[in-house]
């Protein structure tokens, strides 16, 4: 089997960073073979390492939110009124709750 046409095979229907997981992948498999004699050499030794790296690996430095995108998302929380409808307390099966709810409707 040959490994480039493996990676160009893989990158045409999946994204680059798991075409490198999947290069990744086979070479352990293939280390794991040449180890127990099952193959001479590892096609994809190194294959992985000459795709583009991660962004946390290009960017270590983490992206958070500004002080304004942060208040954002707390007043957003507070203003949720969420889908809790106090069916928890009632002690009958959700199902029952609707068919309930529907005939008092």
Not at 79 to 97: D, L
Request: with cysteine; charged share 25%.
């Amino acid at each position: 089997m040959n490994a480039l046409r493996v990676k160009e095979g893989r990158e045409k229907v999946t994204t680059v960073h798991q075409t490198k997981k999947t290069l990744m992948q086979l070479s352990a498999a293939c280390k794991c073979a040449v180890k127990h004699g099952l193959v001479q050499v590892n096609p994809y030794e190194g294959m992985a390492n000459e795709m583009p790296q991660y962004r946390y690996q290009v960017e270590p430095e983490p992206n958070a939110f500004t002080e304004e995108e942060r208040e954002q998302v707390i007043e957003a929380f507070a203003q949720h009124q969420g889908n809790w409808n106090g069916r928890g307390y009632t002690g009958i099966r959700y199902s029952r709750h609707w068919s309930v709810k529907r005939r008092c409707i």
